[in-house]
C-alpha cells in the first residue's frame, strides 16, 4: 500500500482541513515542504501534500505565488469566512430555507443561540 497504512490514510476532507489549518495558523504564504513539515512529515507524503494543494488551489480556496522553484501558498479567507461560506452554500442547497433555518438553530447550545440572538438584535 505505499508509506501509509491504511489506518494512517485520511479521508480527502480531512486533509484538505489539515492543510487548511496549517495555512491558518501559518500567517503567511507557505511552500508545500513548509505544509508538510507542520503536518509532520515522515507520517504523510510530500507528493500528497503537494497534490491537496493544488487542489485547494483549483477549488479557489488559497492563492499561490511563485517562490524560486517552488509555489506558496496562502488561503483566500480566514476560518470564520470560510466556514461562514460553507453554512451559506449548505443553506442554498435546501429546498426549504426556513426548515434547514429551524434545524440549525435547534442544533445550537444555548451559548451560542445566544450570541447568534445578539448578533441578530445588533443588526436592527
Do not use: I
Not at 49 to 73: F, I, N, P, Q, W
Not at 92 to 121: I, Y
Amino acid at each position: 500500500m505505499g508509506a501509509q497504512s491504511r489506518d494512517q490514510r485520511r479521508e480527502s476532507g480531512a486533509l484538505e482541513a489539515e492543510v487548511m489549518a496549517v495555512l491558518w495558523a501559518g500567517g503567511a504564504p507557505m511552500t508545500a515542504g513548509q505544509v508538510h513539515a507542520a503536518l509532520g512529515g515522515s507520517a504523510l507524503v510530500y507528493k500528497t501534500v503537494l497534490t491537496v494543494l493544488s487542489r485547494l488551489h483549483a477549488k479557489g480556496l488559497v492563492d499561490r505565488e511563485r517562490v524560486g522553484r517552488a509555489h506558496a501558498y496562502l488561503p483566500r479567507r480566514g476560518p470564520a469566512e470560510e466556514v461562514a461560506s460553507e453554512m451559506n452554500q449548505a443553506l442554498a442547497r435546501g429546498a426549504d430555507r426556513l426548515a434547514v433555518l429551524q434545524r440549525f438553530v435547534d442544533g445550537l447550545d444555548p451559548d451560542d443561540e445566544r450570541a447568534l440572538r445578539d448578533l441578530l438584535d445588533a443588526r436592527d
